[in-house]
């Protein structure tokens, strides 16, 4: 069966640091990633999506970069924290053809 | 205008009511979904449609696709039903886009 882990579930980080998520996927081949962000009172933000390896499409101009360094595994880096990147962030995939969306537990980052 | 709007954006009802989410859409899609956000912030995926209804346990959902208007349905509304319900359409590129959420609460 096809599972989704995302680590760390908190994590909270000074101004100016560096982050690194990390998303793997389970039981399934060349699925689409995608990375939400959801900060608070707010819907959910795609940030970046990828198709396949080495693959990533942006679609909010930001200080945060993704990469897909593996098939089944999704990256979301920062090298310098802002405030403004507190929040709830989200790793999900798909198979593309419409069988829905599979979502990871989230990560409650804190920057202070 | 946001491409994907909900109503309402707060919903406070009675234990064994019935509840109704709306979900209205302005843009092409290929399919609309229903999410369940618990307060742990985990979603969880109830709905995929494309047309007509789907059914599962106390959960419906129904999609017109020339009104451009989803609606999710809970019967016999319990307590354990309070989360945060999103609407959200994807489009060609199987990318999401999201409503702002409907939060509810049932009160026993």
């Known amino acids: 069966s096809q599972t989704i882990h995302q680590w760390p579930a908190t994590l909270v980080q000074p101004v100016g640091s560096p982050l690194s998520l990390e998303c793997t996927v389970e039981?399934?081949?060349?699925?689409?990633l995608y990375w939400y962000r959801q900060a608070a009172g707010r819907g959910l933000q795609l940030l970046f999506y990828?198709?396949?390896?080495?693959?990533i499409s942006s679609e909010v101009p930001q200080n945060l970069s993704a990469s897909r360094p593996q098939d089944r595994q999704f990256i979301l880096s920062s090298k310098k924290l802002l405030l403004s990147d507190s929040g709830f962030y989200l790793c999900?995939?798909?198979?593309?053809?419409?069988?829905?969306?599979?979502f990871g537990s989230g990560t409650r980052l804190t920057v202070v | 205008k946001n491409e994907v709007e909900q109503s309402p954006q707060n919903l406070t009802a009675q234990e064994g009511e019935f509840i109704t989410i709306n979900c209205s859409y302005s843009?092409?899609?290929?399919?609309l979904h229903w999410l369940q956000q618990h307060p742990g912030g985990g979603i969880v995926s109830l709905f995929m449609?494309?047309?007509?209804?789907k059914k599962h346990g106390r959960l419906i959902a129904t999609i017109n696709i020339q009104e451009k208007h989803s609606s999710l349905h809970i019967t016999a509304s319990h307590p354990r039903d309070s989360a945060v319900y999103i609407c959200?359409?994807?489009?060609?590129?199987?990318?999401?886009?999201w409503g702002a959420g409907t939060k509810l609460i049932i009160k026993p």
């Open positions: 959200a359409v994807s489009n060609s590129n199987y990318q999401l886009i």
């Open positions: 990828s198709v396949g390896i080495g693959q």
């Open positions: 999900a995939w798909s198979e593309g053809d419409w069988r829905g969306y599979t």
């Open positions: 449609l494309s047309s007509g209804k």
């Open positions: 843009v092409g899609i290929s399919a």
């Open positions: 039981g399934t081949s060349n699925p689409n």
